[in-house]
């Protein structure tokens, strides 16, 4: 037979753990979805999910207002979306907003409906070191003239979402684009190099010294009473064209086609080029993985 002890010692034991289950479920939110009082939206996010978890928090301008409730993989395959179903936690909303005035929530603590074309999801990385996302919501008001309509998908209706800080990073850098242009200047650069017949152009201008020094020795033969200053002028121009004969050596050396200058530009251009690569590599990785640049590399890799 069992003694009153021990069956008050079992009730004890089993309200104790309803309590603490119930504790637990009302922490969580678990019971938030009774009656369905809570609203949900899906937010469709083009771009690397790593560190948003599910019962990740959801915000409204920095303040928690629900959670992440699952996410919709195999939607499509080309751009690879991750719809995310979150859930608007009314009590958290209640708790925060004002009654009066209220131009986001109602009284219920629902979004208002002309609103909801406003409402724009971001992701936000919370840190460094642990690499956690969450979705961060705001007003855009050019975001409503561009979402008249609110649809919806999996029987929910979507918000409008951007890019998060790290995907808006890549796409402005955009290194891909900056190595094909320094490619492509490095191969027009090296064409018209190739293309600059220098020995021609020095060749020139020998024929046109010759030519005109033939001339002013004619034209002071011709006016020899206009004295000795024709004389200089002479003397000046020759010399001054044969600095320019050597100043066409000159370039002809430097920018032949096996200069040392040409060779260094050369390879200037294709370093640069595969620095641009590396760096779109370097933010493609931190874009999936931003918590990265702390973490290092694992001792245990070879």
């Known amino acids: 037979m069992k003694s009153p002890s021990n069956s008050i010692f079992v009730g004890l034991f089993s309200l104790g753990a309803i309590l603490l289950l119930l504790g637990f479920g009302i922490f969580t939110g678990a019971f938030s979805a ?78 208002k409906q002309d609103i909801i074309p406003k409402l724009v999801g971001q992701l936000i990385q919370e ?78 201008f020998t024929n046109t010294n010759v030519a005109l020094q033939s001339f002013i020795n004619n034209f002071s033969a011709a006016y020899l009473e206009l004295g000795p200053s024709m004389t200089q002028t002479s003397n000046e121009a020759s010399d001054a064209f044969a600095k320019i004969a050597l100043l066409s050596d000159q370039l002809n050396e430097t920018l032949g086609p096996n200069s040392d200058l040409r060779f260094a530009f050369q390879n200037s251009m294709r370093e640069v080029s595969s620095m641009a690569k590396s760096l779109k590599a370097l933010a493609d990785l931190l874009e999936r993985n931003p918590q990265a640049i702390l973490r290092g590399k694992n001792a245990n890799e070879n």
């Not at 996010?45 to 303040?63: Q, R, S």
């Not at 409730?69 to 009314?90: H, K, Q, S, Y």
């Not at 290194?175 to 020095?202: A, C, F, G, N, P």
Request: aromatic share 8%; proline share 1%; no cysteine.
């Open 127 to 204: 840190s460094f070191v642990t690499g956690i996302l969450y979705v961060n919501l705001t007003t855009d008001e050019i975001a409503s003239e561009n979402n008249s309509e609110v649809t919806t998908l999996y029987g929910y209706q979507t918000l409008q979402t951007r890019d998060s800080i790290f995907a808006e990073l890549s796409d402005s850098i955009n290194l891909d684009k900056l190595s094909s242009q320094i490619s492509q200047l490095m191969e027009v650069t090296i064409s018209r190099l190739e293309q600059l017949d220098l020995k021609t152009l020095s060749s020139d």
């Open 34 to 111: 009774i009656g369905n009082k809570n609203e949900r939206f899906v937010l469709v996010f083009h771009e690397n999910m790593y560190g948003l978890y599910e019962g990740g928090k959801v915000t409204l301008n920095g303040v928690r207002i629900g959670r992440v409730e699952r996410f919709f993989l195999g939607d499509a395959v080309d751009d690879a979306p991750v719809p995310v179903l979150v859930e608007i936690n009314r009590k958290l909303v209640r708790r925060h907003m004002v009654e009066r005035g209220n131009e986001i929530f109602d009284q219920e603590g629902k979004f």
